[in-house]
């Protein structure tokens, strides 16, 4: 057999075992408790496609390859070590990012020197790189609007038909060089700045409340975009690792937007989400303190306490010292359950992360679905910096931009705990109907220092 057809054996093969681990790796990321080992696989699908990548013919420039590996290899290992859990939604967003301006630079190097066979070559090269330059740019602009280097949102009238304009004329400009009737280096040039511009137009005005839906959206995007480029290059492993992502991403989204009862356009047009601050809509009653004295006794004797969590309970770096309450209540004999809602925190799956970085095992963790109807049981519901996902105007008051968004019940709790840092609305800058209510009592503070009171207050009992 000659040395080129065994070389091409071994490229196909490997692409396969690629492909297995990709999918196999997926599966096991379902599931909390098999979601590690699935990273694991799926990490070793892309080595083997990295490491395969070097027998293919021809391959040179490794004085430029390697050492882009082993710097990106280093960063990545370094940031994904230091990273604070308070920080994993920033850090996927910018992940998201390169990986969509990778599949725009590949777009680039084929589309500047014209490397591309045919229409549907073209076509893809050009899609791609449309999509992968707006999920770069959006990307970098909700990493920046997380990280808190963008404050507030930009609108402004007429934004939409801007945006529209862009995308217009962007196609406009893809069109030429599909038909490859006047392509120069300068349309190229304009039509990557204008995809560009149009990511960073498009993310501007979308407020943090909706960050979770943005960030399964642009790796829905950048999973395409991949997709699309490995087609151009005819890279398998590109191809399969493209269309995971993108499933995976698309149907992540639809779940964010269904947990939200918000259609995807209006996640990207309403502008709904930030209102810079102020909170918004009247609600009658009184806030009514309580010291963490008082709420350790009434821990300590309840027979069914239900725990949830919110973003502010990442802030504070508090899931442990939450997880050492659990533990001295669960051996006093209180049932305990943590109830999660989908878009709790700033990304898919934040508070699972959290507890789970805590040790808190996988049974006592509960969806919106699973947990509901027992609040209605419970002596006690504790919220730790949840905000919106537990408002009841979301079910009461058809005015409010959040009717009709399915909420974790913590209202119907005998007694409602909400331990927060201060009197503010929450990230949708809606005023939470919530804390106002007769069975509802207020504990102030950061919420890692609330925990150890309350810890104190637990032990004291007896």
């Known amino acids: 057999m000659p040395a080129w057809m065994s070389a091409d054996l071994a490229i196909q093969a490997s692409y396969f075992v690629t492909a297995v681990l990709f999918i ?27 490491l395969i990548t070097f027998l293919y013919p021809g391959m040179s420039n490794y004085e430029l390859i390697l ?39 590949i777009a680039a190097v084929e589309l500047y020197r014209g490397g591309t066979e045919g229409y549907a070559s073209t076509t893809l090269a050009v899609a791609g790189g449309i999509i992968g330059a707006v999920s770069f740019s959006g990307s970098l602009i909700a990493f920046g609007k997380l990280q808190g ?81 490995g087609f151009v290059l005819n890279n398998a492993a590109m191809i399969i690792a493209g269309t995971v992502v993108g499933s995976a991403g698309t149907l992540l989204t639809q779940l964010m937007a269904k947990a939200m009862n918000r259609s995807l356009g209006n996640v990207l047009f309403s502008g709904f989400g930030d209102t810079g601050g102020a909170a918004t809509g009247e609600v ?17 004797f309840a027979s069914k306490v239900i725990v949830v969590p919110g973003y502010g309970m990442a802030v504070a770096q508090a899931q442990h010292k939450i997880w050492e309450l659990c533990q001295l209540l669960i051996d006093r004999g209180v049932q305990l359950r943590f109830a999660i809602h989908p878009v709790a925190g700033r990304m898919p799956g934040h508070m699972n992360v959290l507890l789970a970085e805590a040790g808190v095992p996988y049974d006592l963790i509960a969806d919106l ?9 419970a002596d006690a ?54 804390f106002y209510l007769d069975n509802t009592r207020m504990l102030y503070g950061d919420a890692q220092k609330v925990a150890a009171e309350l810890i104190q207050a637990v032990k004291a009992v007896g």
């Open 24 to 50: 196999m790796g997926l599966k096991r990321m379902s599931s909390p408790v098999t979601a590690r080992s699935g990273i694991i696989w799926a990490g070793a699908g892309m080595a083997v496609a990295t």
């Open 67 to 105: 050492p882009a590996m082993f710097v990106g290899g280093v960063l990545a290992a370094w940031s994904g070590r230091r990273v604070a859990m308070t920080n994993m939604p920033q850090m996927i967003a910018l992940y998201n990012g390169m990986g969509g301006g990778a599949a725009a630079a």
């Open 369 to 377: 679905d699973e947990i509901n109807a027992e609040f209605e049981t």
């Open 284 to 300: 009658t009653g009184s806030l009514k303190p309580i010291e963490a004295s008082d709420v350790g006794v009434m821990l300590a």
């Open 381 to 434: 519901a504790l919220i730790i910096g949840a905000n919106d996902v537990v408002n009841p105007v979301a079910r009461t008051d058809k005015s409010s931009p959040i009717y009709g968004m399915p909420i974790l019940n913590a209202d119907k709790a005998k007694n409602v705990i909400v331990i927060k840092s201060g009197q503010g609305a929450g990230f949708s800058g809606i005023e939470n109907a919530l």
């Open 149 to 229: 280097l963008i404050k507030g949102s930009l609108r402004f009238s007429g934004q939409q038909i801007l945006n529209l304009l862009l995308l217009v004329v962007a196609l406009i400009l893809g069109g030429l060089v599909i038909s490859q009737a006047s392509t120069t280096p300068a349309i190229v040039t304009g039509f990557f700045v204008l995809a560009l511009i149009l990511g960073v137009s498009m993310t501007l005005p979308i407020g943090g409340a909706d960050m979770p839906v943005v960030i399964s959206l642009y790796n829905a995007l950048t999973g395409l975009a991949v997709a699309f480029e």
